[in-house]
């Protein structure tokens, strides 16, 4: 992945965030649409707004078999950076801080365990979210204020803590980026809806 290529990812990344927070603060979702020559360098062909059409499943399922085993390695090594940088914060915490960061850990591990027990058939809409995801993931692991703000709420961080999270996430970033530098498009792309394979075989009901 070329440094342009990050840009382009990044850009895009940051407006599926902006776009994010307006849905849930304004009941009018219409926003105008990224640059197209921006959207294209990365992401899939856009389909026209006005004219919804159905997914190729089938050429989907191709793709992620096509891809992977890089997506199976993209997935680990991100799943490797997550783990390092949760074991060094929670060094920083302290025993009531602790308490509460385990709690909310196993709440979001039993949140991911019921959605990976759910078997039912993607809708495309659906899809469409799960191929838009990885672009707010990227955006949550290469910037690094609005994450130290959100753990400085949520464990009420005091300065010395901040400093040394900043620390974290900033090492965290950098591996990050080193990660996608090397990671082809698609591997990034259909890493949400891979491990869901089987639920887009299934036509939508």
């Given amino acids: 992945m070329t440094q342009r ?9 940051m407006f599926a965030a902006g776009y994010a927070v307006r849905v849930l603060t304004d009941g009018d979702p219409h926003v105008p649409p990224p640059p197209a020559a921006l959207a294209n360098e990365f992401a899939a062909p856009q389909p026209d ?15 992620i078999e096509k891809y992977r085993q890089e997506i199976e390695a993209y997935r680990t090594q991100v799943d490797e950076i997550f783990a390092e940088f949760d074991h060094e914060f929670v060094q920083t915490l302290n025993p009531a801080q602790r308490e509460k960061y385990i709690t909310n850990q196993k709440r979001w591990a039993d949140h991911e365990a019921k959605r990976k027990a759910d078997l039912a058939p993607l809708t ?20 690094v204020t609005p994450r130290l703000d959100q753990l400085t709420k949520e464990y009420s961080l005091d300065s010395a803590q901040q400093t040394s999270t900043r620390s974290l996430l900033t090492l965290r970033r950098n591996k990050f980026i080193a990660l996608l530098d090397g990671a082809p498009s698609p591997s990034v792309r259909l890493s949400r809806l891979a491990p869901m394979i089987q639920r887009v075989v299934a036509p939508s009901k």
């Fill in 49 to 63: 707004p006005k004219a919804k059409r159905e997914i190729d499943r089938a050429k989907l399922v191709g793709e």
């Fill in 124 to 143: 495309d809409d659906d899809i469409n979210r799960a191929r838009d995801r990885p672009l707010t993931d990227v955006y949550w692991m290469v910037t």
């Fill in 5 to 13: 290529m990050f840009i382009a990812l990044l850009t895009v990344a």
